[in-house]
């Protein structure tokens, strides 16, 4: 039988012992959490927060706990356990739409045509994804699932045909995830709600085209580290409030060990943490949420969002603002969206705007700027079709070039299958 024991009373050191039975081998698992006094904004990365925890050894203590405690508290978990069973799910999304860009922009401004670029009106996009999934509950109470998902289109990059692949555990220590998977910053993430076609995505790319030389982008979500290889934790929600954690090694889809450090060293390592808000009171609710995320090639990005719903009316927004610490180095990124959407009956529709700016260089600002109309309706269960009007438009801060500068319009239908 697993038993707890702590030694240790002063206030320098606290030593946690849990001892268990694996069938085979005894399991040990020794903590030493340091409780060290104060708290500043850089001790977030620095390590000064929650006590003394610092983020990563928080993490990985959290991760060594719950795989431990998966073998370890369970009195015969292996022939409790039910083998994982796979189910098969997904959707599948058709899009057809009417795009304009600016003139100038295709031709260059020249004035003859054998200098043009010119971007069909119509356009057809699919995209779809096939998702495995699978789970058991072991008879020590904790959840084993994985999550597959597989990529169904012809125009895909080479080597992203897999999205996500993880494995998750839960339980009464919360959510632990392991693998290929978002950050806990995107998953804990409030912003605008979009209604169609989401602006800060890059659906509208597909109709309007974003000039090369435009490097600001409108998103505020503060998880670059896509969906790499990570570890990933998010405690349970206790009156309202959920931590998150990530970290992940290297953004570069690579099973060797990552090269973030040296002269040479070109992945990126990136730690994220999230503290998130979310409350119901009858027909209205509240969400909301803080995060941060430092990265080892010397960027930081900070941002907050909020959701308030009452009724079938939801108002929400987000901002986001990251640096490069690199010394002599200026260049500053903002990002904020702002919407409102309205539930009637198998009717939602929305009004979004979302704007970036890059300040970087001597003096160089780029811009982009996008507003939305959007109606979506429930056809069927399982059955949605929406419709997006958009309204982009981008400036290049270094150029007064048009093949730098671009605004154009879209109307894009979609019907979305999920099954």
Request: charged share 15%.
């Amino acid at each position: 039988m697993p038993h707890v024991q702590k030694n240790g009373t002063n206030k320098a050191q606290s030593l946690l012992t849990l001892r268990g039975d694996c069938g085979l081998l005894p399991v040990s698992i020794v903590l030493r959490q340091p409780l060290q006094p104060g708290f500043s904004v850089n001790a977030f990365w620095d390590g000064e927060i929650l006590g003394g925890f610092i983020l990563k050894k928080f993490l990985f203590s959290t991760t060594a706990l719950a795989v431990a405690g998966a073998f370890a508290f369970g009195a015969d978990a292996n022939a409790a356990a039910k083998p994982i069973k796979i189910a098969v799910g997904g959707f599948m999304t058709t899009e057809m739409g009417f795009g304009n860009n600016d003139s100038a922009f295709e031709t260059g401004g020249a004035s003859s045509t054998t200098t043009s670029n010119k971007r069909a009106t119509f356009n057809n996009v699919q995209d779809s994804e096939i998702l495995f999934s699978g789970s058991t509950k072991l008879d020590n109470g904790i959840s084993l699932s994985i999550n597959i998902q597989l990529e169904g289109d012809q125009a895909v990059a080479a080597g992203t045909q897999i999205d996500e692949s993880y494995m998750k555990l839960t339980g009464a220590f919360g959510d632990l995830r392991l693998g290929s998977t978002t950050g806990t910053n995107s998953v804990l993430k409030h912003m605008a709600p979009y209604v169609g076609v989401g602006l800060d995505g890059g659906g509208s790319d597909n109709y309007i085209t974003v000039p090369a030389a435009v490097t600001a982008g409108n998103s505020s979500n503060a998880s670059t580290s896509g969906d790499a290889n990570k570890i990933a934790y998010i405690t349970p929600r206790s009156g309202g409030l959920a931590l998150g954690v990530s970290w992940t090694p290297s953004t570069s889809n690579l099973n060797t060990s990552p090269v973030t450090g040296g002269n040479a060293g070109t992945e990126i390592a990136v730690l994220e943490g999230a503290l998130s808000y979310e409350t119901t009171m009858g027909t209205s609710s509240v969400k909301a949420d803080i995060a941060f995320e430092s990265a080892s090639n010397n960027t930081r990005k900070y941002r907050g969002g909020v959701l308030v719903g009452a009724g079938g009316v939801t108002v929400g927004g987000s901002y986001s603002v990251q640096d490069d610490d690199t010394e002599g180095v200026r260049d500053k990124r903002i990002a904020y969206d702002l919407g409102v959407s309205y539930v009637m009956g198998a009717y939602k529709f929305g009004l979004a705007m979302a704007q970036g700016t890059r300040d970087f260089g001597t003096n160089n600002e780029d811009d982009e700027d996008k507003w939305s109309a959007g109606l979506q309706y429930t056809i069927d269960t399982g059955v949605t079709g929406t419709l997006t009007y958009i309204n982009a438009d981008y400036e290049d801060g270094a150029s007064g070039a048009d093949t730098n500068n671009n605004d154009g319009h879209a109307l894009i239908g979609q019907i979305k299958v999920s099954f």
